[in-house]
């Protein structure tokens, strides 16, 4: 009987289920979407039991739609959403809803942090470069502030794939990469942050056992079997971050390769094999699924919304135009973007539509066109996009070589990657091979990846990466661009330092 591995994607605000078989075949994909709650400003919550629900949803769905047999299915894990937690009961029983990572709730909170520990050791335990309301620690600490009731009560605090992981097997355990930006994680020491959990007021039996992602917690219960109709004997594996998970499911697991998201925002996992920070605060550094090693986790707050955010305000025409004849609007919008030159012929854009992440990390920043004149057309406006992000990514590159990171090759994922103009020009901006695998839910395969290592059908995750990551379309940089591209790119920083008062 073919074996078959269940990856979960626990969203911000969709949980999905896929099922792969050995060979690395999606056989069934299934998306259960849920609402988050926002009942005043800076506020963001969603109700715990929406993970297990959704979760088997989807997975009935998946199931249904496969015909898959439950006894087939020998392992599943979780990728999941990072930060977003829920304080439980001693039976695993949410005491309140979870509050999401896009919660801002706990500003005093994360200033009391930073005026604790400072930015420096902060970024040199935790990994983080900056201290802010999104990170777990600063709302367990606004809960021990203003729900002390609550604060009590809690058994366990925990994150979203903990939470699942519980549902399924009973236990409480979780995994390195999801905690790397909670602020509770020595990332160096691969263990809970002994001075930042005494000043929460909180010890570490509060929280999961931590273990490596890929690592076998137990077989489902009785209880959970029965719920889902997974068979009793499938094991439960701990999983990842997403963003890690992804680029496991990318294939990415040495250094060298890396791999970026161009989805609503753009994300970089660049694995490296030891922690380093740098002194300029920059760039994230996380524990990595891959048992020992790190990654670099640069990110821009707007990417691809920034093309979703023309296509509503300007592109009417092209949006009707795609409807008639069965094209998406992006792929209209795309070919106008193909009859302009590289570098937009002066035309240049700071993508910065909700503030900027890696490098600049600033949120008073904001998007700007540079350098319109009387020939610019829409597409040059289009083009102009999918270049900025090119050189946020470029921007990023360069100083993760700087602290001695290695690229060579960069594995596109995401929305972003349908676009072969938009890999072409990330291929030409970056003078470096871009490359694009076969499954667009990487995240999902990834979390296969790690339920197949977990159950011991694979010794390792870059042999099963080979086994299971098929590469669709490879983009070689043309070297009569980089010039051009290399002044954007000069430009791009300048624009920005020029700017940065101004914000």
């Known amino acids: 009987m073919m074996k078959h591995f269940l990856g979960v994607d626990l969203g911000t605000s969709a949980v999905k289920a896929a099922l792969f078989n050995e060979r690395g075949e999606r056989v069934a994909l299934a998306i259960e979407e849920y609402t988050l709650l926002t009942p005043g400003e800076d506020l963001c919550e969603v109700p715990a039991r929406l993970f297990w629900d959704g979760f088997r949803s989807a997975l009935a769905r998946a199931l249904d739609e496969s015909g898959v047999r439950a006894e087939s299915i020998v392992a599943l894990a979780p990728s999941s959403q990072g930060e977003t937690f829920v304080p439980v009961d001693a039976f695993g029983r949410p005491l309140r809803n979870a509050i999401s990572w896009l919660d801002n709730r706990s500003h005093a909170e994360s200033d009391a942090l930073e005026e604790r520990f400072g930015r420096d050791l902060v970024y040199r335990t935790s990994g983080q470069p900056a201290v802010c309301p999104i990170w777990t620690a600063t709302k367990i600490l606004w809960l021990r502030n203003n729900k002390p009731e ?131 605060y920059r760039v994230p550094c996380h524990c990595h699924a891959v048992p020992g090693k790190y990654f670099f986790s640069p990110y821009g707050e707007t990417a691809g919304m920034v093309m979703k955010w023309f ?95 290695r690229v060579e090759e960069l594995r596109c994922l995401g929305g972003g990657a349908q676009s072969d103009l938009w890999c072409q020009i990330k291929a030409d901006a970056l003078q470096r091979r871009v490359v694009v695998v076969e499954e667009s839910e990487q995240a999902l395969k990834g979390a296969a990846i790690l339920a197949g290592l977990g159950a011991g059908v694979f010794d390792d995750l870059e042999s099963a990466g080979n086994r299971m990551v098929a590469i669709r379309k490879s983009y070689e940089p043309n070297a009569a661009t980089a010039e051009v591209y290399d002044k954007g790119c000069v430009t791009y920083g300048r624009l920005y330092n020029a700017l940065e008062a101004l914000f």
């Open 311 to 405: 296509r509503d305000r300007f592109c009417e025409p092209e949006t009707a135009a795609a409807e008639a004849s069965g094209k998406s609007a992006f792929e209209v919008m795309g070919e106008l973007a193909a009859a302009v030159p590289a570098g937009s012929e002066g035309l240049l854009l700071l993508p910065f539509l909700s503030g900027t992440g890696s490098p600049e990390f600033n949120p008073r920043a904001r998007g700007v066109y540079f350098g319109m004149t009387l020939k610019h057309t829409k597409g040059h406006f289009i083009r102009a996009v999918m270049e900025s992000v090119a050189y946020m990514i470029a921007r990023n590159i360069e100083v993760m070589e700087e602290l001695g990171a």
């Open 150 to 280: 609550i604060f009590g009560k809690a058994h366990k605090y925990l994150l979203a794939e903990d939470y699942l992981i519980h549902r399924l097997s009973g236990r409480f355990v979780s995994e390195y990469s999801v905690y790397s930006s909670s602020l509770l994680l020595d990332i160096t020491r691969r263990a809970y942050w002994a001075d930042m959990l005494d000043f929460l007021g909180i010890s570490e039996d509060r929280l999961p056992e931590l273990v490596e992602s890929g690592t076998a917690v137990g077989c489902l219960t009785q209880e959970a079997a029965e719920e889902t109709g997974l068979s009793p004997k499938t094991l439960v594996v701990t999983g990842a971050y997403d963003h890690a998970a992804g680029s496991i499911g990318a294939g990415v697991t040495h250094a060298g390769v890396i791999s970026e998201t161009t989805g609503s925002s753009m994300a970089i996992c660049a694995p490296i094999d030891a922690p380093a920070f740098d002194p300029g």
